[in-house]
């Protein structure tokens, strides 16, 4: 999706800001639906632990560099820093593998 389209979309109103006023107006919503997309990602990770019937299984290292080779490619198609996404990326999905094997253990009650 283009950058115009995906802010209509997130329903960003402003073409181009004008001051700092308006532009954090932006970023803050922008932010808030950032924290909705990983808050939905998060209940992926529910849902992987209980799909899952391994704990060993939780941990996936062709899957990590699958997730991080994609959206590293996702970003240079995109127009921004690949390294700065896939730093995220990495951060994210090491905080979603312990997420993950908590609630494996959890509803397996190790």
């Known amino acids: 999706m283009d950058k115009q389209n995906l802010k209509s979309f997130i329903g960003l109103r402003k073409e181009s800001c004008n001051s700092m006023a308006e532009l954090r107006t932006e970023i803050d919503l922008l932010d808030r639906t950032i924290v909705d997309l990983i808050s939905l990602r998060q209940s992926f990770m529910d ?4 799909i899952k019937k391994d704990r060993h299984r939780v941990r996936d290292e062709d899957r990590i560099k699958d997730v991080v080779n994609k959206v590293g490619n996702y970003a240079k198609e995109a127009g921004t820093d690949p390294d700065l996404v896939c730093d995220l990326y990495r951060k994210m999905i090491e905080w979603s593998i312990n997420y ?5 253990d959890k509803l397996n009650r190790i």
């Open 47 to 50: 849902q992987a632990a209980q």
């Open 100 to 104: 993950e094997m908590k609630q494996f």
